[in-house]
């Protein structure tokens, strides 16, 4: 607080205002980042949410779609006949055989092709004994249909009839097939697929992999979840039952994830089969990833919409491996997933039923709930995540879009930016608009100090220009009103100090002045060699009485003072006046070494003074005048009403010369012999007195 105290009120006035509106620049600040915060955020959430029920939507619309198919398709009568047809004939297959050498190309179709394929794609390593057929049927049905096919595995829909198979299985085929082929490629399925309701065996299969003729209740694909959908479809024969089985990855189609809508088959009242229709995840994903764009959708570049299964992993492509896929591999090896699984992810390349999701949204979204949340995701990465379920039959998957914290936050982070920088360039305005201000504030106080101090120091003329009209314009006011006030006194009295000074200058010797301002009141000095003048007007009387005593005194005034300025110019100091006597004295305050000659010029410029007088007023008066030079003592005779008086033989010589008979200039003859031959004179003359001395008389 001292040192607050020690501050200029400049700078107390721009720290307080430095300080409120800095103040309210953070607060305002703060509160709008707040609030935009929040807004972004809300967008943010809202633009999630929003893509994340528009997929939702979408998935829905198409699993219904998906639902009304098949059970249009298996309610068919093109299908409950193939079905019929295709289970007899498959039953008549019991006792088919191959030659040798046709079960030696089956053999080495599984070890050379299939089985080192599947390899390629799924965990661990297959055996061929676990898919290797070894019914009758099943091993004459793939031998002509997948092995003895020409075509390439994936393309085996291709073969109409098989060249080798002469039994009513092989016409049924060559009848059916191009039929139900036509109804996969309208609706986009992968595969189609016939299982006899009672013995469960797949007798019919469009794409005819591996699967085909094989027993879905104890075969080698019996464990996947299209068997235990099969099974359990066998065991309510709802004719409006419909099931759709999870995405897993299938091994008939070399592990790749498939997915199957189910419905069973009647043949009036009695369930002869089940319809499988095989649907690949790609149309899922383009619904998922808008066709790859995500961007375009709005999602930005880090933003996804993904599904996640019953299971906790992935049912759709990741955008991160779908753009980068060996960072992608680095990216999960350096998170917290198992490094099998990884392996498993870059073995298919893809993620579908293999990388889990543990994050919180997909946990509630797989609980039937829905929402937003900031979570981790997959990655390990900070997400904002829009999570919901999409349920249909007994399926529910969970649908999560997301998008990088580190995203969803740049606007803010952009917006607190500029908050930043504007904050701070309303800072400095706010400071410059405080210099600004604090100096227009304080410069009338501070012209009115340095007014003051300049008063205090003696400068009366001082004038502080403020041209406001506020309380410093009054103060302005009064303070110029009291310095000319000031002012106006200090002219008196140095008025007053200079006529004083006259006045004691006209009583009172240069020297004696001197003396009384050193303290010493009575200014008594002895000095060793002055001239000395004593006049004496004679006539006064007898003017008086002619003339009057008021115009006579009058007129005397104006003749001493004409003396009076004779004197001055003469370098000759009056000492006083009394009557018509005058006396003065030469080299008493300045040392004069010619004083004795100036003093009797002054005397001779006193008579033609008299004489002047006399000639202009008739006066008829005559002037005597002692000169004498020696030793006096000078001295102030008083106190309250004093004068300046001369002592000394020399005074009283030059008195008594002055007093001798008529008007003349007398001076001593010592006085005569300094002055030698610049004067004429007369004498010696003979003073009657006891002493014998001698006198001169000058007389030009």
């Not at 469009?206 to 209740?217: D, F, I, S």
């Not at 709005?298 to 990741?318: A, H, I, N, Q, W």
């Amino acid at each position: 607080m001292s040192l607050f105290n020690r501050l200029s009120i400049q700078s107390k006035m721009i720290l307080l205002l430095l300080a409120v509106s800095l103040a309210s620049i953070a607060v305002m600040s703060w509160i709008g980042y707040r609030t935009a915060r929040e807004a972004l955020m809300q967008s943010a959430r809202d633009r999630l949410q929003g893509v994340r029920v528009a997929k939702t939507t979408t998935l829905k619309a198409m699993l219904e779609s998906l639902r009304d198919q098949v059970v249009s398709i298996s309610d068919s009568r093109a299908v409950i006949e193939g079905m019929r047809t295709f289970r007899a004939a498959h039953r008549e297959l019991g006792a088919a055989t191959l030659s040798p050498e046709e079960s030696a190309k089956l053999d080495a179709f599984y070890r050379d092709y299939f089985v080192p394929e599947l390899d390629k794609s799924v965990e661990g390593t297959p055996v061929i004994e676990q898919y290797l057929p070894t019914r009758p049927a099943e091993r004459y049905l793939q031998y002509h249909y997948t092995a003895a096919n020409p075509h390439p595995y994936g393309e085996k829909q291709n073969l109409n009839e098989a060249p080798g198979d002469a039994t009513a299985y092989g016409k049924t085929h060559a009848d059916l097939h191009k039929f139900f082929a036509r109804a996969v490629k309208i609706f986009g399925f992968q595969d189609m697929m016939l299982i006899d309701a009672d013995t469960l065996d797949i007798v019919y299969s469009y794409e005819k992999t591996t699967e085909l003729g094989t027993n879905l209740e104890n075969g080698p694909y019996a464990n996947t979840l299209l068997g235990s959908k099969i099974r359990s479809m066998r065991q309510q024969k709802d004719r409006d039952d419909f099931k759709i089985v999870d995405f897993e990855p299938y091994r008939p189609n070399l592990g790749l994830p498939m997915g199957f809508a189910l419905s069973p088959i009647f043949d009036g009242a009695q369930m002869i089969g089940v319809l499988a229709l095989q649907f690949p995840i790609d149309n899922f994903n383009k619904v998922l990833t808008g066709d790859f764009q995500w961007k375009e959708e709005g999602m930005g570049e880090t933003g996804e919409t993904y599904l996640v299964g019953p299971d906790g992993t992935m049912r759709s492509r990741s955008r991160f491996m779908y753009a980068d896929p060996e960072g992608f591999v680095q990216t999960l090896r350096r998170s917290s997933v198992p490094s099998s699984v990884v392996d498993q992810v870059q073995r298919q390349a893809n993620v579908l039923c293999v990388l889990p999701v543990d994050s919180a949204a997909a946990q509630a979204a797989l609980n039937g709930q829905s929402g937003i949340m900031e979570t981790t995701d997959y990655r390990g990465e900070k997400v904002l995540s829009a999570y919901g379920p999409i349920e249909l039959d007994s399926l529910r998957w969970g649908v999560l879009a997301e998008m990088d914290m580190a995203e969803v936050e740049a606007p803010v982070r952009a917006f607190a930016r500029r908050v930043v920088i504007s904050a701070a360039a309303l800072a400095l305005a706010v400071t410059l608009v405080a210099l600004l201000v604090a100096n227009m504030l304080t410069r009338p106080l501070r012209q009115l100090a340095e007014g003051a101090r300049r008063l205090g120091a003696g400068e009366t003329d001082v004038r502080v220009d403020v041209k406001s009209q506020d309380e410093f314009g009054e103060l302005a006011t009064v303070f110029n009103d009291m310095s000319a006030n000031i002012e106006s006194q200090k002219e008196k009295l140095e008025r007053q100090i200079q006529e004083n000074q006259e006045l004691l200058h006209s009583i009172l010797p240069a020297s004696a002045v001197a003396q009384r301002r050193e303290g010493d009141e009575k200014a008594n000095r002895e000095f060793a060699d002055v001239t000395v003048l004593f006049a004496e007007v004679i006539g006064m009387e007898e003017f008086g009485a002619r003339a009057g005593e008021t115009k006579a005194l009058a007129l005397l005034g104006d003749l001493i003072a004409a003396i009076d300025e004779a004197a001055e110019k003469s370098g000759i100091e009056k000492v006083k006046t009394i009557g018509g006597s005058y006396l003065a004295v030469c080299g008493l305050s300045v040392h004069r070494p010619d004083h004795a000659r100036r003093v009797v010029q002054f005397a001779q410029e006193m008579a033609r003074i008299v004489s002047i007088f006399n000639r202009d007023e008739n006066a008829g008066l005559s002037l005597a005048v002692g000169i004498n030079s020696g030793p006096v003592v000078g001295g102030v005779v008083g106190r309250r009403k004093f004068l300046y008086d001369l002592w000394g033989d020399t005074v009283t010589i030059a008195r008594r010369l002055a007093g001798g008979e008529g008007a003349a200039i007398r001076v001593t003859s010592s006085l005569h012999d300094r002055l030698g031959d610049q004067f004429t004179f007369r004498g010696p003359i003979k003073v009657d007195d006891k002493t014998g001395a001698e006198l001169w008389e000058v007389t030009g």
